[in-house]
Each structure stands twice: as structure tokens, then as C-alpha cells.
């Protein structure tokens, strides 16, 4: 007996489960409830859709020429009076927001004040252009329009909907269709209780670890609660804690990569910030260096040190202009043209040194508004790099004025050449989101960074008799637009 009894533990599932009719009927009644909780939730689906759809566009409708005139006041009036006027539609929360994300108006000013970017939990909900999204933990839906005039994109309309009754309308057909079941259920369960008990322990085994594994580390399942188990199960317990080991060497090879990868980052950092701070600090020692030999003249004093304190302010934005990739935004004076004149008493050790000619044309207007720190830190890269690659005694040219809207500034030479991997990094428009891991190219980098944080250009162009030609253009009006526009 007890070895066919082990025989019939060895049986597959698909055996045993034709042998219990209750097992059977709970089957049949869990994918006949899953399809009509299916089919409900799609005709809900599509209800909710229609429902929201006619919301926005009475709201897109009245909100757009207040838009269009950027009254706020008004667009909080349209949202007051259309957040009750749905039937169907339990709007919580509606905000309107400008093309560039930052609320204009809404329904709770406090949640969501004016001038603040849309929160990125509530952006993020949006993946892919999807319109609406239903979080059933939270019984709310979330919703987005686009809000446009003659094809102009103006901002857009989030709105969080409740959708309490949906879900109590489901959870009512599903106690309706578990009362059923359960009671047809009943009529057979009697004779095959004990059996369908015993069938369904190992999976109450393995759902508790599982459970368990939610809120914490996953544990494997203990030889002693399986045993020489055979059958489906046997190789279940013993493919899951294979499953548990495999994932707690994957969560150690990934703390050990990330603090890798986190020091490497730290690496890059600390080698581009040494790389641009080194920079002023020649101008610097030679300011120091005519104090004593000049320190009887008052004039050349004066102007040693302002030439020191110019280059501890230029070295206080190359860390608030390294530090862009994790901070931006921070606030810098105008650009005059005194802070590129100073580039050339920067370089001038270097012209010096190798008998290098530079052509200096610098026709900007005082206290342009463009930000100096990441233009002078740019510029100063870009002549250096210029001085590098120039052979000895030969020209270098620097031209920075104001052409369409836009600060120009081209940096030439007569060097071999820019390498096509520098070029590629110097023309990349900021895209990269880290400096070269390998070193090269470091300086092209920064100054790509710097000028794509300012909506500017960089292109670079071999001449015609030889050398590179480099040109920066940043738009003037690149700021204002952004605003207008919002």
C-alpha cells in the first residue's frame, strides 16, 4: 500500500487533477471568473476613455485662449468650475502645465503651485504617448492631453481621476461570481477535501517563501519541508532555491559593480575638474611673478591683482561649471568683454614660450546676458587646445562678436589637425553623459557640455591651409523663446 501510495505521489499534476472533480471545478470557475473580470474591466476600460476624452476636451477647449494669453487667474476659474461638471468623472486633481512642464494653474494650488515643474512621479506615469493610466492600489486613474492652437504646442492637462466605484463594481462581481462558485463548489467537495488539501500543501510551502521573499531577502526552501520529494513539486523546491542562489549571486556581483562603477565615476570627475582648474593657474603664477619683480609700480600691481582675483573667480566656475552634469541652474553674472580680453594675459605664457602669433578681434557689447563662467571656461579650453596643436612661431586667431541673434566665437590654427574621435566628442552636443572613461578628448568634453547647456553649438572645420577652425554659437535669444513660449 504505502508503495502506491508513493507511485501516485510520483504522478504528474495533469494525472492527478482529472481525479478531483473539486479541483476541476475550481479551474473552470477561476477562468470563467478571470473572463468576465476580463471583459469588465475592458468595458470599463473603454467607458473610463470615453468618459475622460469628453472631460478634456471640454476643458481643453476653455482653457486654450487663456493659455494663449497666459492668464493664470483664468485658467483656475475654467478648472473650478468644470471639476464638478462631469458626470462620471470624479476629477481630484487637474493642473495645467506649459510646454516645458511647469504648472501654470490647478485645482490645488498647494499640491501643485504655480511655476513648479510637474512632479516626476506624476510625468513619469505617462511612458510611450499613453494617455491614461489606472493605479488600482490607489483607485485613481491619471490622465494627460496635449493642449495646442493652429498646430502650436501651448502645454498640456494632467488631471488624477477617481475611480473608486469601477473598482467596487468589480470587487462586487467578484464576490458575486466567488459566492457562486463557491456554493457549486460545495456540492462536491465533501468526498475529495482531504485529497485536494494534501495537493495543494507543497504550493502553500512554496507561496509562503515566496511571500516572505516580498519584503525581504529571498530564503531557499529547507531540505527537511521537501525531503526526496518526486513529481512536479520535488523538482519545483529544488529548480526554486537553485532560483534563490543564482539571485543572491547576482545581488552580490551587483553591489560590487555598482561601488566600481561609483569610483570610477568619482575618478572622472576628479581628473576633469584637475584638468580645468590647471588651466588659470599659469596666468596666475605669472600675475604673481611680475608683483615681484614690478611690486614699486602701483599700476602694474593694481593689475597683477586683478588678474589673481579674476583667476580665482574663473577657477570658482570651472567647479560650477564641472558640476553641471549634477547641478544646474546655479545663477552667474552677464558676460562683459573684459572676461575674454583676460584669456589673452592667460595664454599669453604659452604664446611666449612657443613664438606663437594670436589675432585678437573681440567686438562684443558690455554685459552681454549670457552667463561668463561657461563661455570665459569654453573659450579659454578652446585657445589652449589652439596653442597645443599650432606649430612654433606660427598664427593663432580668436574672434568673439554678436551675428544673428547669437554669440559667436571662433578659435583657428594651423596644427595638423583636429583626430576625428575629438571632433566627434567636440561636436556631440552634450549628448554624452559622462567624460571620456580613457582620458582623451577630456577637454573637447567639457567644452561640448558647457556650450549645450547654454542651447549652443559647437562645429569644427578643417581650413584650407591646414589647421582647424572652430566656431561656438550661442543663441541670445534661446531663454526668452523658452519663456515666451510657456
Known sequence: MSRLLRRLRAWPITVKVPLMVVALMVAV???????????????????????TGAYLDGLS??????????DIWEIFDQLDRTRHGYVGVRAVHTLVASVQHRVLAASDPRLYPTQQAV???????FQDGVALVQDETAGRAFIRRALSYQDRPLGWIY???????????????????????????????GCGYLVVRRMIRPIDTLAEHLHRGRDGRIEAIPQSKFGARHG???RLFRRYNALVRALDQKEALAARLAEEEKLASLGRLASGMAHEINNPLGGMFTAIDTIERHDDD?????????????????????VRATLVTYKSGAADRALRPSDLDDLRVLVRQETARRGLTLGWYNALPPDLELPAGPIRQAALNLLLNACAA???????????????????????????GLPEDVAAILQSDGRDGAPPAEGRGLGAWMVSHLVFGLDGQVRASPRERGGTRIEIRIPLAAKGVLRDVA
Not at 29 to 43: G, Y
Not at 119 to 125: N, T, Y
Open 61 to 70: 477647449a476653455s482653457v486654450v485662449p487663456h493659455v494663449l494669453r497666459e
Open 159 to 189: 488631471a488624477e481621476i477617481d475611480i473608486q466605484s469601477q473598482l467596487a463594481e468589480r470587487r462586487e462581481v467578484l464576490l458575486a461570481l466567488v459566492l457562486t462558485n463557491a456554493a457549486l463548489t460545495l456540492l462536491f467537495a
Open 390 to 416: 599650432s606649430p612654433n612661431n606660427g598664427p593663432v586667431e580668436f574672434c568673439a562678436e554678436v551675428a544673428e541673434d547669437a554669440l559667436v566665437i571662433v578659435v583657428a590654427d594651423r596644427g595638423p
Open 298 to 318: 602701483p599700476a602694474v600691481r593694481r593689475s597683477s591683482l586683478g588678474l589673481l582675483k579674476r583667476g580665482l573667480i574663473g577657477i570658482r566656475d570651472v
Open 29 to 51: 470557475s477561476a477562468v470563467l471568473s478571470n473572463q468576465v473580470l476580463q471583459r469588465l474591466a475592458e468595458t470599463q476600460q473603454r467607458h473610463l476613455e470615453e468618459l
Open 119 to 125: 512632479p516626476a512621479a506624476l510625468a513619469g506615469r
Open 232 to 234: 512536479e513539486f520535488g
